[in-house]
T-cell receptor, first 112, second 114 residues
Framework: AQTVTQSQPEMSVQEAETVTLSCTYDTSESNYYLFWYKQPPSRQMILVIRQEAYKQQNATENRFSVNFQKAAKSFSLKISDSQLGDTAMYFCAFMKHLPRVFGKGTKLTVNP | DSGVTQTPKHLITATGQRVTLRCSPR?????VYWYQQSLDQGLQFLIQ???????AKGNILERFSAQQFPDLHSELNLSSLELGDSALYFC?????????????FGPGTRLTVT
């Protein structure tokens, strides 16, 4: 069974700085999808970014980018120019077939 | 706003009781997923329905059941509630059930069992 590990339960960063959240996963599959979700205090789960494993190019969405290392089974999220609104829980998720497997999350606090 | 609605937002009930959580998917989405998020835990997949039929099952307890109706809304029934069932329950929907399609999450129902 696939597992997703987020080794940083909590992180903090100063506004305007860059922070990287770690995620590792375990799978024997070669084609799959990886996701980062944001859950702000409102509790809404919001998709931040998605990566297809067959694509070598790292996905980017504005200030959010990933470092996808397939051989190392690593999928980290980099947030540039951190903003107060980035304060949230961040979940990494893996999907080949159902179900989508989520990590336990990293609580990110952006300080003014 | 994802377009997925869940009711109620909050629910407080006693042990041993039964509750029903309701989810309306985004317009046009045929697939509905239920997840449980306990304190300090990630999301645990419970069950998926596609166009009225059960498509996948996760670690859903036998005390829990779900269904998807012809109008595509879904209900999650939780019975013989225990303190440990206190959690945030999310519904998500997608156009199809296959891998590439994104899931859109509702705002969740917070269940507190006392």
């Amino acid at each position: 069974a696939q597992t997703v590990t987020q080794s940083q339960p909590e992180m903090s960063v100063q506004e305007a700085e860059t922070v990287t959240l770690s995620c590792t996963y375990d799978t024997s599959e070669s084609n799959y999808y990886l996701f980062w979700y944001k859950q702000p205090p409102s509790r809404q789960m919001i998709l931040v970014i998605r990566q297809e494993a067959y694509k070598q190019q790292n996905a980017t969405e504005n200030r959010f980018s990933v470092n996808f290392q397939k051989a190392a089974k690593s999928f980290s999220l980099k947030i540039s120019d951190s903003q107060l609104g980035d304060t949230a829980m961040y979940f990494c998720a893996f999907m080949k077939h159902l179900p989508r497997v989520f990590g336990k999350g990293t609580k990110l606090t952006v300080n003014p | 706003d994802s377009g997925v609605t869940q009711t109620p937002k909050h629910l407080i009930t006693a042990t041993g009781q039964r509750v029903t959580l309701r989810c309306s998917p985004r317009s046009g989405d045929l697939s509905v997923y239920w997840y449980q998020q306990s304190l300090d835990q990630g999301l645990q997949f419970l069950i998926q329905y596609y166009n009225g039929e059960e498509r996948a099952k996760g670690n859903i307890l036998e005390r829990f059941s779900a269904q998807q109706f012809p109008d595509l809304h879904s209900e999650l029934n939780l019975s013989s509630l225990e303190l440990g069932d206190s959690a945030l329950y999310f519904c998500a929907s997608s156009v199809q059930s296959t891998t590439p399609y994104e899931q859109y999450f509702g705002p969740g129902t917070r269940l507190t069992v006392t």
